[in-house]
């Protein structure tokens, strides 16, 4: 077991050293969430200060979000330029690297993460900083479960040119109905019933609640669970189909195990559609950065 | 086949859809010993070493390395290979002491990276990037990787493949040493010369078979030491006597060039002088090569190496 610990370790400190080299990870994971975190507060300025850790959570979500998509698009390419097949002659087994990924990338998201928080303090004068341990746990879980969702593409897909279809899809489906771009409550009925079975949802609505209401971790009980058994089903299935040869082809079976990942928000969306109330904390969320404007407009 | 043996083959077969890519090869290999896989393109030989690497499960037949299983001995397996394989690459923004390292903490026992550098000519590309290495010196680095867990057991799949002729050289150098240490290598090639310079024996692959095996010395001695004398002459011949000449056992043309195939030299050259008097003919040129590899291979296949 320490050889395992010992080999994903090594692998964790590598990859790591080559993302910082990497400029278009560097842009995707630092310069774009924080981008959106310069746009949303420009956007919203009219409503001041309150409104910050509305428009933080929403960046937060983003920036953890961007776990599924890097990490695909990375195992794939070293899959197709033969990467992946040199270590296959080493004791290194596909735990380890798909660990190492998981990690290393945890590990880079953390200062986007502080630095966010550190501007939304410092340039847009948020005032509280949210329930911090909630939004930490909610971050870590959240990289995790994302970045295993990322996985299970690059173990299903064969190619770059199908990776990058598959997770466009999925991206833009996380980007729009989640909450994380256009406010939940604001998007119409029958999408709401249909993002209530989309992880990044309960990421986003977890955020929003740790941030504004400083929701502790026993409220937010039902998303962990459900991120954190996504994230294992999706660790334990990316293992299972991970392929070192670029020639090997994943078996057309394989693409039902993905199934398996999906459960737990399949199960959690059943009951937040029938007794949830998902729904009423995003309402209140989003009137609590209403309020400032609203008074505002009365006085006038 | 010899009990004991490092490395052992049997009646290994591998087919890739309606390819059949392996057909029952089988050979063994003993501790310390260069053996190569001769043959062309397509032979065979690549998923031969990659079965012995683990990287592929043969069809049928079993391969054994220092005792051990590739496909269910896991690390125990891994920890006494190295190998530099054909079609592999690193990250680009990985540096050459980087990859050292980062392979060398796969291994409970290891070489440092500075000795692994100098051994390689690598000292001063030490914090180069991999994408700014020159092929040579990725085959160089390769190779380094491969010893960086003081394997037993080394395999070398085309080390030199698309290598200018001096980096080949310091390639053969640098396993000339690894002979030295008494490494037992196994290596693939389509080099004739590499094969004659290199391995102790030699295994000749074609068409997922293997055709001959034994010291180079042997495969030409058991080839029945026909010696070509490639002859270039003023006017050329069109009667085929050429073939009729004393001790001539097959005559081929190649270009203006006749390639007589002879048992007894000293007799063919005697009655080639007497036939082209004859025929008012002159000698333009006459070189005299000992049976090569790449005769034996044609004399086998009736096809060139490279075709």
Request: charged letters at 20%; glycine letters at 8%.
């Amino acid at each position: 077991m320490s050889r395992v610990f010992g080999h994903t370790w090594s692998l964790t400190v590598s990859r790591m050293r080559l993302a910082m080299r990497n400029r278009a990870f560097l842009f995707f994971s630092l310069i774009m969430p924080l981008a959106f975190l310069f746009g949303y507060a420009g956007l919203f300025r009219r409503f001041g200060p309150e409104a910050v850790p509305y428009l933080l959570s929403m960046v937060l979500a983003l920036t953890v979000m961007g776990s599924f998509w890097g990490l695909s698009v990375q195992l794939v390419t070293f899959r197709e330029q033969g990467i992946l097949r040199r270590f296959r002659v080493t004791p290194v087994g596909a735990s380890a690297m798909l660990a190492s990924s998981l990690i290393s990338n945890y590990f880079l998201t953390l200062p986007t993460i502080a630095i966010e928080f550190y501007i939304s303090r410092s340039v847009f004068h948020m005032a509280g900083l949210g329930n911090l341990v909630s939004v930490f746990i909610l971050v870590t879980i959240g990289t995790v479960t994302f970045a295993s969702l990322g996985l299970i593409v690059a173990s299903v897909t064969n190619t770059m040119q199908e990776t990058q279809i598959i997770n466009q899809i999925i991206w833009f489906v996380f980007l729009f109905i989640s909450g994380a771009t256009i406010p939940f409550p604001m998007l119409p009925a029958m999408v709401q019933k249909i993002s209530l079975f989309l992880p990044a949802t309960y990421l986003v609505s977890g955020l929003q609640r740790a941030m504004i209401d400083h929701t502790n971790l026993n409220s937010l009980g039902s998303y962990l669970a459900s991120l954190v058994g996504c994230a294992l089903i999706a660790f334990i299935v990316s293992a299972q189909l991970f392929r070192w040869e670029p020639e090997t082809k994943a078996p057309r079976q394989a693409k039902l195990w993905v199934a398996a990942a999906v459960v737990p928000f399949l199960l959690l969306g059943i009951w937040e559609n029938f007794n949830g109330d998902l729904r009423s904390h995003a309402v209140k969320n989003m009137q609590s950065i209403r309020e400032p404007y609203s008074l505002e407009r009365i006085e006038h | 086949m010899l009990s004991g043996a490092t490395i052992e083959v049997t009646n290994l077969t591998k087919r890739y859809g309606d390819v059949e890519a392996l057909r029952g090869v089988s050979f063994a290999v003993n501790e310390g010993e260069v053996f190569g896989l001769l043959g062309p393109n397509g032979a065979g030989k690549t998923s031969t070493v990659e079965i012995l690497e683990g990287l592929r499960t043969p069809d049928s037949g079993s391969v054994s390395v220092c005792g051990l299983d590739p496909q269910s001995s896991g690390a125990e397996f891994k920890y006494v290979i190295g190998a530099a394989l054909q079609a592999t690459a690193l990250p680009d923004k990985m540096r050459v002491h980087e990859a050292l390292d980062l392979f060398g903490s796969f291994y409970p026992q290891r070489r440092g990276t500075q000795e692994l550098l100098a051994r390689f000519g690598l000292e001063e590309k030490r914090n180069a990037f991999y994408s700014q290495l020159s092929g040579g010196q990725k085959q160089r680095l390769a190779l380094a990787m491969a010893l960086v867990n003081n394997p037993r057991v080394v395999f070398l799949d085309e080390p030199t493949a698309g290598l200018d002729p001096q980096v080949r050289r310091e390639i053969y150098d640098i396993v000339e040493e690894l002979k030295k240490e008494k490494k037992t290598i196994l290596l693939t090639t389509h080099y004739i010369e590499e094969a004659e310079k290199l391995c102790d024996r030699v295994a000749i692959v074609d068409h997922g078979k293997v055709i001959a095996l034994g010291t180079p010395r042997e495969l030409k001695e058991r080839s029945g030491a026909v010696t070509r004398i490639t002859v270039r002459m003023a006017k050329p011949e069109t009667n085929g006597a050429l073939g009729n000449l004393e001790g001539v056992t097959e005559c081929r043309t190649e270009a203006d060039d006749y390639l007589l195939y002879s048992t007894r030299v000293p007799r063919t050259i005697v009655a080639l002088v007497k036939h082209l008097e004859e025929q008012n003919n002159e000698l333009v040129s006459l070189e005299i090569s000992a049976p090569s590899l790449e005769d034996i291979f044609l004399e086998l296949t009736g096809r060139r190496l490279r075709d």
